[in-house]
């Protein structure tokens, strides 16, 4: 069977994964990636539009494999209009993005992104000690989850031991109303999947003001010009970013330019125990898939 693993990878990774009989292609070498597509089966699918005109250039595809769980990358009607399964991996991932959560808040906390600037230049070390007075612990906080499946769910009891109070919302479970987790939270975690209905839903000027907002989710949750204003003016005390609206995020971005804003490049979800989980699951499915056997996670 022919599986295309597309992502930009490591070299070992690479080693790894043709050792499983799958060929690893880069997001970023969109010449390679269309010599491949007429011949592939199953796609390995993590970031990069799975587009309808991609699966149009993919006459013998017959499943779309999502490594992580979050599917408005792939156009599921696209696929469905030819048969083409699609699936996900619900949970391989879950222990990797809260950790990462956990990690922006403390980072936003203790401006770690000013500290660590300020240590590296001439002077610094003694001018990162006029940040103390805005410095925070995490115990003692009110946390607010938006949304509650496998990430907070691991997060809630993590965040209690550090002594916080924790609010959770989603449409299916919660503890407190939407307006009550915002208005009420010191720290506000994003964990919804991007779908019509949530896309700009999250407008930081809705949160209590001096609090911080960490999105490890999709950035399209986030009305960024509501975000940008909220940290400009003082009403949020920082943010901690994994995601954003358009991705790759240009350099140039003004978000980038806030001290306050602790960034990384949506790479929450990616640890070599994720991968080795992800693959695994992705690898049974292929060979179900090839047996004629139902698939797991396939997405309705």
Request: aromatic share 4%; proline share 6%; with cysteine.
């Amino acid at each position: 069977m022919n599986i295309v693993f597309h992502f930009d990878g490591s070299a070992a990774l690479r080693a790894h994964v043709a050792s499983m009989g799958v060929e690893l292609c880069p997001e970023s070498d969109e010449a390679a990636f269309a010599r491949l597509l007429p011949e592939v089966e199953v796609l390995w699918h993590v970031l990069k539009p799975v587009t309808a005109e991609v699966i149009a250039r993919a006459p013998k595809l017959r499943l779309v494999h999502k490594i992580g769980s979050g599917v408005n990358t792939i156009d599921v009607a696209a696929c469905r209009a030819r048969g083409i399964e699609v699936c996900n991996l619900p949970g391989t991932n879950s222990r990797a993005v809260a950790e990462m959560a956990l990690l922006l808040m403390l980072a936003c906390l203790r401006r770690i992104r000013e500290l660590d600037t300020a240590v590296r230049k001439p002077g610094g070390w003694f001018e990162a000690w006029n940040l103390q007075d805005s410095f925070g612990e995490l115990g003692g906080r009110t946390v607010g989850l938006v949304g509650f499946g496998a990430v907070p769910k691991l997060l809630k009891p993590i965040l209690e031991a550090m002594g916080c109070r924790v609010f959770y919302w989603s449409r299916s479970a919660s503890s407190a109303n939407l307006e009550t987790v915002l208005s009420q939270s010191d720290i506000v975690s994003l964990h919804l999947p991007l779908t019509p209905e949530t896309t700009g839903m999250m407008d930081p000027r809705r949160m209590k003001r001096g609090a911080i907002l960490v999105n490890t989710a999709r950035g399209g949750l986030v009305n960024e010009a509501g975000l940008l204003e909220a940290l400009g003016s003082g009403h949020l005390r920082a943010a901690g970013l994994d995601v954003f609206g358009e991705e790759p995020v240009r350099p140039d971005h003004p978000l980038l330019a806030l001290p306050n804003v602790v960034a990384s490049p949506h790479l929450a979800w990616l640890t070599p125990e994720t991968i080795e989980r992800s693959l695994c699951a992705a690898l049974e499915n292929a060979r179900r898939l090839e047996r004629g056997e139902a698939l797991e996670n396939r997405v309705a």
